[in-house]
């Protein structure tokens, strides 16, 4: 299992906050979230923990398990985000 610093901003904890904020304010538990995207229950977990990096087709279950478009899932990616992300902050 990889361990993240809680002082790093990687893409992996910006997805997992959102993605805690999207299930709570859906009144969901972990559990439901993952019967709705056909994913294991501690699969959530992890993702929502940054210790899994979740793929694209995972992306997409959990979007449609939300009914949003994937580019609503990943609202919290602004163009800023990705530059700072990736290290390059020009432009």
């Not at 893409?11 to 997992?16: L, V, Y």
């Not at 979007?63 to 994937?70: C, E, G, I, T």
């Not at 985000?81 to 290290?87: A, D």
């Amino acid at each position: 299992m990889r361990v993240v610093s809680r002082g790093r901003r990687t893409a992996e904890t910006i997805f997992g906050e959102h993605l805690r904020e999207l299930r709570a304010s859906a009144g969901l538990s972990q559990e439901t979230l993952a019967e709705k995207a056909g994913l294991h229950r501690n699969y959530i977990g992890h993702l929502e923990r940054a210790e899994k990096t979740a793929s694209l087709d995972v992306l997409v279950r959990i979007a449609a398990a939300f009914d949003l478009s994937l580019p609503e899932l990943l609202e919290g990616f602004s163009s800023r985000t990705v530059r700072s992300l990736s290290g390059n902050s020009s432009s």
